[in-house]
Structure formats: structure tokens, C-alpha cells
């Protein structure tokens, strides 16, 4: 079973950068398709990217293209989300998760693990 937990998160200014991680302790990471979700106070939760099983394929919100890259190192069973040009609204816990069902990548339903989150804050 997969057990993710996620790092990196922090506080930036409008304009800086944050990568953040998400690593799977059980070791059966290589067999799954990534995500990296969002949200906000009072929001739904947001997709934000994902990732094929070999990172060959990686596909992202229409507001995260040019800024965020998402990348995985199955080695070290991690996933990554490396994030640019960083904006206020961009301020939210960002979620790591495991697909486990087929559909499309940016439905939350098609994930059944997911980490417990980290919060990025940007200042404006």
C-alpha cells in the first residue's frame, strides 16, 4: 500500500520559487500515476498536475502551464512539484496522490491515497 507524505511547503514572495516533495514509505510508488491537487479555505479541491507511471506523460492545469513541473524519481519513490513565478492566489495545501482508478487525470476520484498536505503561502 502506498503512504505518501509531502515537504516543502513554506512561506514565499509573489514571484519566488518552491519545490515540494512527496515520498511513498511502503515502496510500491513505481506502479502508480502521480497528482499534485490544491485547496483553498472555502474551496474545492483543485488539480494542479499529474504525472504517468514512468514520467514519460505529464499533464497540468491550464493555470500551471509555464510555471509549475511536476517529475517523478521512482528510485527514491518521490514525486516532485517544482513551482515558478509564484503568485498570491496560488496560496493553498497542496496534496500529493496515488491513481488508483482509471479516468481522467484531474478528477480527484480517480486517486485513492493521498499525503496530508502542505501549506504554501505567497505574500504579495
Known amino acids: 500500500q502506498v503512504q505518501l507524505v509531502e515537504a516543502g511547503g513554506g512561506v514565499v514572495q509573489a514571484g519566488g520559487s518552491l519545490r515540494l516533495s512527496c515520498a511513498d514509505f511502503?515502496?510500491?510508488?513505481?506502479?502508480?500515476?502521480m497528482g499534485w491537487f490544491r485547496q483553498s479555505p472555502g474551496k474545492e479541491r483543485e488539480f494542479v498536475a499529474a504525472?504517468?507511471?514512468?514520467?514519460?506523460?505529464?499533464y497540468y492545469a491550464d493555470s500551471m502551464k509555464g510555471r509549475f513541473t511536476i517529475s517523478r524519481d521512482n528510485a527514491n519513490n518521490t514525486v516532485y512539484l517544482q513551482m515558478n513565478s509564484l503568485k498570491p492566489e496560488d496560496t493553498a495545501v497542496y496534496y500529493c496522490a496515488a491513481r488508483f482508478y482509471s479516468g481522467d487525470y484531474s478528477r480527484p476520484a480517480v486517486y485513492r491515497v493521498w499525503g496530508q498536505g502542505t501549506q504554501v503561502t505567497v505574500s504579495s
Open positions: 504525472i504517468n507511471t514512468n514520467g514519460a506523460s505529464t
Open positions: 511502503c515502496g510500491s510508488f513505481s506502479y502508480y500515476a
